[in-house]
């Protein structure tokens, strides 16, 4: 680098790096900011809260619903068998009384 | 007033022939089971059978079509180790209740055997069917509740034993 361009980058830094008095008011702005604590922001710690809530309770309804549907289905597969159990004894019942009608039938012919 | 009295002597009289050809399981059948080598106890009413008909499988559809009009099924069964084990009082604690709005239609006695199918009517149809079997060692009540007819039975005579009944 020449000598002059050297010369010319010095004063452009210092220029930049001008000491500059803050505009008036200024520190008690920040100092009255800095009393009113932090900034709510909604993604903030309160919106991790809410969504925690949110996950909770769907946990917690989705495991009761599985709950109430799995007694529902067992209590619905043993009524079916007792149907079923039901029906095979009136079935057998009614069978020995049809033999029984049958051989009573070909006896009189 | 006479047609308040008339009316209450009208309501009464429907009560009580409902009440007649309600039917339960005595007491003292229910008494027997202790008694028993095997018993089975089955009171299904009709939020159980609509239930039960929703599990039915693909090959049961007509055990459904025909559990899906009954308002309720009762089954007591007992298998006894020796004779004697239930009285003519037990059996005829049920014959009583069958007595009015039931009609029996078959009652055959074979070899110790005796079993009677009693009916009750509704409107055109039967609107219950109760088969009680006394054996020596066995007693069996079947009661199904409900609009059942003897077609709906014989469609079932290739399913679970039932037999087609003839006409």
């Known amino acids: 680098m020449r000598p002059r361009e050297q010369h010319e980058l010095d004063e ?3 220029e930049a790096f001008r000491q500059v008095d803050p505009p008036p008011g200024f520190a008690d702005r920040v100092v009255r900011r800095a009393s ?7 993604g903030g710690r309160a919106g991790l809260r809410w969504a925690a809530a949110a996950v909770l309770v769907i946990a917690v309804s989705g495991g009761l619903w599985y709950r109430a549907e799995e007694r529902r289905r067992i209590e619905g ?3 079916r068998r007792q149907v079923l159990l039901s029906l ?3 079935g057998s019942k009614l ?3 049809q033999m029984k009608i049958n051989r009573h039938e070909e006896s009189r012919q | 007033m006479k047609p308040i009295i008339g009316a209450a002597v009208l309501t009464l009289a429907l009560s009580s022939n409902v009440l007649a050809q309600s039917f339960q399981i005595p007491d003292r059948i229910e008494r027997l089971a202790p008694k028993a080598r095997e018993s089975v106890n089955i009171t299904l009413d009709g939020p159980l059978l609509q239930l039960a008909s929703q599990f039915m499988g693909a090959n049961e559809q007509e055990v459904k079509q025909l559990v899906s009009n009954l308002k309720a099924v009762h089954v007591r069964s007992f298998e006894f180790d020796r004779e004697g084990q239930f009285s003519d009082a037990d059996v005829e604690s049920v014959r009583i209740q069958l007595r009015t709005g039931w009609s029996r239609i078959i009652d055959t006695v074979e070899d110790g055997e005796h079993v009677e199918i009693y009916v009750k009517r509704d409107k055109e149809q039967l609107g219950g069917v109760v088969i009680l079997s006394a054996e020596r060692k066995e007693l069996a009540i079947v009661h199904i509740d409900g609009p059942i007819d003897l077609k709906q039975l014989s469609l079932l005579g290739g399913h679970l034993g039932i037999p087609v009944i003839p006409k």
């Open chain 1, 12 to 14: 452009a830094l210092r």
């Open chain 1, 36 to 42: 009113r604590g932090p900034v709510r922001t909604i």
């Open chain 1, 77 to 79: 597969e043993e009524a």
């Open chain 1, 88 to 90: 095979q004894i009136a």
């Open chain 1, 95 to 97: 069978s020995a009384v």
